[in-house]
């Protein structure tokens, strides 16, 4: 069956891992649906977060190929109803006359802030589930949504497990 899936993959915090992970869906002709990387508790090792669409083949290949890659210490295929995860958004709106009330109520109804604002724009950040930024972004367009950047899915293991201790990595080393 094809749907959306997200792979966490702990990472050497090293030039050019990024280019290899991201070579390796663009070799197989697979698309990346979003991308998020950041260091982790250790600065040693980075998290890169990936969100694609594909089957259960498609899955289980990201997942092995990504573990055979030299710099890669864990692969984890995050289970949605194990894990939790936000995207974050900043986007650009239309604020002439009246609009600006109906604007500002939209931003607050999402849980949003007002990040810059001038007589003919607001700009607000959105933080929530892909869902939520989808909506917002629905919600929005009639207003003019003059520009939009999303930052892609990041999440993490529910709980008090997490990928450092499944990768048997030590966060302090």
Known sequence: ???????????????????????????RN???DSLAVGET???????ITIVSTGDDYMKEQVVRQLEKLHDVKKVVLLDPEN????EHMLIK??????????????INDY?????DFSSDFITAEI???SKKIDSFIEAARPLGILELCRSGLIAMIQGTKNIMSV??????E
């Open 83 to 86: 894990s939790v995860g936000v």
């Open 127 to 129: 933080t929530g589930s």
């Open 93 to 106: 709106l239309k604020a002439e006359g009246e609009a600006k009330a109906d604007i500002s109520q939209l």
């Open 30 to 32: 697979y698309n990346i």
């Open 111 to 115: 849980g949003g802030s007002v990040m």
């Open 167 to 172: 990768a048997n990595l030590d966060p302090e």
């Open 1 to 27: 069956m094809i749907g959306k899936f997200t792979v966490s993959v702990i990472v050497s915090n090293h030039f050019g891992v990024l280019n290899r992970v991201s070579g390796l869906y663009a070799k």
């Open 41 to 47: 508790e250790n600065p040693a090792y980075s998290r």
